[in-house]
């Protein structure tokens, strides 16, 4: 099937791309397709602004399912340290440190199959003090059902993750203990609750291209399409059963961000796991592909990343800028998280957290 590189495109957001049309675009020149993509990028956002996220681990380790590629899964040995559920105040001050250093939204996940009743107020106080700091929020807690997910959206939540991981015809391969079906009703959910998405999913680990074009297609057909799609590469993990599994090409990764951003044009286009194995000039291709959002910092939950100033280094080099939100003054900071805590210690919120 032949494509048109045309740079005219179709007035507002499409649903209902095939998956032969979205075969055509990865069959592409390579040229060709990054200028297509970052012309539709360029018709959508600010083409020198990038959001930027910080993402923390609230609870680690112990996670019930079977994902292959995860450390945090019980099922694999991977000398991960297990901890238990953080205090509602030192996530608060991590927030603002976040802050400081230019995240515009906080990012808290947990590894649970699906949250607690035990914990489930304390994400909840989280979620509040994060929002009263200025920042965006969003959580990634498992499964949801209708009032956890009416819950999150009453605390103020601005962004629930919760990705697909890949195509549904490979995932039973990833993951059995939780269905393809049981992702996408959580996501069904959090969307009814009016609580924006993020959702996307992870390249090279082990599928193919017809896998990946059928996770952006899968992506594509949600209406309104996901407002964060997160694009990670795989960080193998000794331990998980994914360890050995072949590298993907550079360029198939890029391929895949430009096709994204033609597919969701309004959609936040994530460069998020595996930052940290590219060097400058792939992430800068990936940029130029139609990434505008990166998680930064020194970790993603147990993996490493790129430290937020080499980000910053990276972003004064190719003359980015980090997408700005309303500015809180360091003493509304402080006086948010003193509130905070005092509101913790009436509710002895430190002393109940479970793993």
């Known amino acids: 099937m032949s494509l048109s590189t045309s740079t005219n495109t179709v007035s507002g957001p499409r649903y209902d791309w095939t998956h032969a049309e979205i075969k055509a675009l990865f069959d592409l020149p390579f040229m060709d397709l990054m200028f297509r993509a970052q012309t539709v990028h360029r018709e959508n956002f600010a083409p020198n602004e990038v959001q930027v996220s910080t993402l923390l681990s609230i609870k680690t380790g112990a996670c019930p399912e079977d994902c292959k590629y995860c450390p945090q899964s019980g099922h694999y040995n991977t000398e991960l340290e297990k901890e238990k559920l953080m205090e509602v105040q030192k996530v608060l001050e991590e927030a603002a440190l976040a802050k400081e250093k230019g995240a515009s939204r906080f990012c808290m996940g947990a590894a649970w199959k699906h949250p607690s009743e035990k914990d489930f107020p304390y994400v909840l106080e989280m979620i509040k003090g994060v929002k009263s700091l200025g920042l965006e929020s969003c959580v990634t807690l498992g499964t949801l059902n209708d009032e956890q997910a009416q819950r999150l959206s ?69 209406t309104p399409h996901p407002e964060s799609v997160p694009i990670n590469m795989l960080v193998k993990v000794e331990g998980t059963p994914l360890e050995n599994v072949e590298d993907l090409d550079t360029f198939e990764f890029i391929r895949t961000i430009a096709v994204a951003r033609i597919l969701m044009p309004k959609s936040h286009v994530r460069l998020s796991a595996g930052r940290q194995g590219m060097n400058e000039q792939t992430q800068a291709l990936c940029f130029m592909a139609g990434a505008n959002s990166i998680f930064y910092g020194e970790k993603l939950l147990t993996t490493g990343n790129p430290e937020a100033d080499k980000d910053m280094a990276l972003f004064a080099n190719l003359g980015i800028n980090p997408e700005k939100r309303e500015e809180h003054s360091d003493e509304a900071v402080a006086e948010a998280i003193a509130a905070q805590a005092v509101k913790q210690e009436e509710s002895k919120l430190f002393y109940e957290a479970s793993v």
Request: hydrophobic share 30%; proline share 0%.
């Open 154 to 222: 009453d605390a103020g939540l601005d962004y629930y993750n919760h990705n697909l991981d890949t195509s549904a015809e490979f995932y039973d391969s990833i993951i059995t203990t939780r269905t393809y079906q049981d992702r996408l009703d959580t996501l069904s959910r959090v969307r009814d609750s009016g609580i924006k998405l993020c959702c996307g999913g992870i390249m090279g680990m082990g599928e193919e291209q017809k896998d990946r074009v059928g996770l952006l297609r899968q992506l594509s057909l949600m």
